[in-house]
Nanobody
Framework: QVQLVESGGGLVQAGGSLRLSCAAS????????MGWFRQAPGQEREFVAV????????YYAESVKGRFTISRDNAKNTEYLQMNSLKPEDTAVYYC???????????????WGKGTLVTVSS
């Protein structure tokens, strides 16, 4: 079992930045692909980014490419999502995700965090 706990959400103005963190416990983080999804009010949960087990490979949703950066520190059992140039449409609950296989869809995720709210004001 893996427990995932997100932090770093909050309220920010459009154009601002936030960094989300996801701390893992229970098993070694390096055994999993890690990533982020988000869910806006009234919307389905959507893929944001994924990073390989070693951190050497990343993949992003088109909507965040060039603005968000995913990274991980396996020694600290933590992954991060640096979000720059935030837009009001980035407002959502952001969920940390872990899987034994790479993922861009919810069905391939093995573990979820409980989420952290990001609100971007215009």
């Amino acid at each position: 079992q893996v427990q995932l706990v997100e932090s770093g959400g909050g309220l920010v103005q459009a154009g601002g930045s936030l960094r989300l963190s996801c701390a893992a416990s229970g098993r070694t983080l390096s055994a999993y692909y890690m990533g982020w999804f988000r869910q806006a009010p009234g919307q389905e949960r959507e893929f944001v980014a994924v990073i390989s087990k070693s951190g050497s490979g990343t993949y992003y949703a088109e909507s965040v490419k060039g603005r968000f950066t995913i990274s991980r520190d396996n020694a600290k059992n933590t992954e991060y999502l640096q979000m720059n140039s935030l837009k009001p449409e980035d407002t959502a609950v952001y969920y940390c995700a872990a899987g034994s296989r790479s993922f861009t869809v919810r069905d391939r995720v093995d573990y979820w965090g409980k989420g952290t709210l990001v609100t971007v004001s215009s």
